[in-house]
């Protein structure tokens, strides 16, 4: 299982950089991707090979960048499962309703998929410090898996940010600061540091592993609908990693032969306090416009401008899909039918994406018999306030 990484190369305009040195942002801005020989990873990337690996993660080595599993940085993640919605999907018209569940992976967020990858790429790669802005969630996922590393974190957060992340980063030992500001406030501090004292830049998509551990969802997905993809995929879109990341996947196991030629709907599912990506869609356009005064509980998808909006936008097109904006007030009532209905405790952003499915069923966008996932990134423990104050 030896990693095929070949390169990384510039998502807009396709320079092609070393993929052993540190790299960050391509020289004309826009965010670079891995690229792997996937010829050679076909050899060994196979469904029977599979069969006999972990059940996590770490079992898609060839399209996974670490060179040398043997100095790996895991929180032993095992891979999520995919739960049929048996109550509320019907009662939303759905016969195959599906959730997969991130919120059973360490620190409670899919975060730490791309946390384990880009941690464990940042280590193997030399990096002795990192900095990062963020909402909560990948601030978390990133401090713990640098305090197994050993690596120093230094975590931007905005102030408003449930209070229950900073109590973890600042217990797993990261350095956090606070903003008065949204995340878009917290990547210029982080830049102003980087730029400063030389540490690596662990922002969204301004390095190019993070996006690998995220991708990994559509390479379980794929494997949990028995090497088929659902028809709709629902995400809860902020910086739209997880989405670009799947997307990826799907389309690497494509060409080493895995799957069929057949992509599922995308839906970006945002907050209507903070609806970039939805608006661009609306507008037929290729990028965002930068948000202003986001406001919603779904902190997590709180991303006035993601920096990949670009391949957020074209993986909608692309696959026919579309974007929703869904109020908070729907997005918490979904998130007590769904506990009530089916036991789940799902985060904001994972309630909205039920939200957005209730909605496209009603309107005929979705068809009853078609096989439909929504991605739940975190638990709504995440929300819970941290004992020794209040929100
Ligand atoms: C970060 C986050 C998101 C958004 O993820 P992206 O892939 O960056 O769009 C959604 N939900 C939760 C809970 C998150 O922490």
């Keep these: 299982m030896t990693s095929a990484l070949s390169h990384v190369a510039c ?6 950089y070393d993929a052993d040195e540190i790299v960050q942002l391509c020289a004309c801005g826009a965010p670079l991707l891995a690229r792997y020989d996937l010829e050679k990873a076909a050899r060994t990337l196979t469904r029977d090979a599979l069969g006999g690996r972990e059940p996590a993660l770490w079992r898609y080595g060839e399209l996974l960048p670490l060179r040398d599993h043997a100095g790996r940085v895991s929180l032993e993640e095992r891979m999520t499962p995919v739960v049929p919605l048996r109550r509320l999907g019907p009662e939303l018209g759905f016969d195959a309703l599906f959730v997969k569940d991130e919120g059973l992976l360490p620190t409670g967020s899919f975060k730490a998929r791309g946390a384990a990858i880009g941690v464990s790429r940042a280590k193997e790669l030399g990096v002795r410090a990192f900095a990062m802005p963020t909402n909560g969630n990948a601030g978390v996922a990133w401090a713990a898996y640098a305090a197994r590393a050993g690596i120093e974190a230094r975590i931007v957060m905005p102030k408003d940010a449930p209070a229950i992340h900073r109590w973890e980063c600042e217990t ?11 995340i878009g406030d917290a990547g210029r501090i982080v830049a102003d540091e980087v730029a400063k004292e030389g540490i690596y830049d662990a922002s969204t998509l301004k390095e190019p592993y993070r996006i690998e551990g995220k991708k990994t969802m559509g390479f379980e997905l794929v494997e949990q609908f028995g090497w088929s993809v659902p028809d709709v995929i629902l995400y809860p879109t902020g910086g739209g990693v997880g989405l670009i990341g ?4 799907l389309r690497e196991l494509q060409e080493i032969g895995l799957i069929a030629e057949r992509m599922p709907r995308f839906v970006a599912v945002q907050a209507e306090g903070c609806a970039p990506i ?25 991303v006035p401008k993601a920096i990949g909006d670009f391949l957020v936008l074209d993986a909608l097109y692309r696959t026919d899909g579309m974007a929703v904006a869904v109020s908070d007030a729907e997005l918490l009532e979904m998130q007590r039918s769904i506990a009530s209905r089916e036991g789940l405790f799902v985060c904001a952003e994972g309630a909205a994406t039920l939200v957005a499915a209730g909605r ?28 020794t104050g209040d929100r």
């Design 278 to 302: 939805v608006e661009a869609w609306k507008e037929h356009r290729t990028v965002s416009t930068p948000w202003e005064k986001t406001h919603t509980v779904a902190f997590g998808i709180a």
């Design 246 to 249: 799947i997307d990826k996947a």
């Design 11 to 16: 998502s807009r305009c396709g320079a092609r």
């Design 172 to 182: 797993v030992g990261a350095r956090l600061s606070l903003v008065d500001g949204f």
């Design 360 to 387: 496209l069923r009603e309107s005929g966008w979705i068809e009853r018999g078609e096989r439909v996932l929504a991605i739940n990134t975190g638990s709504a423990l995440k929300a819970a306030a941290a004992p």
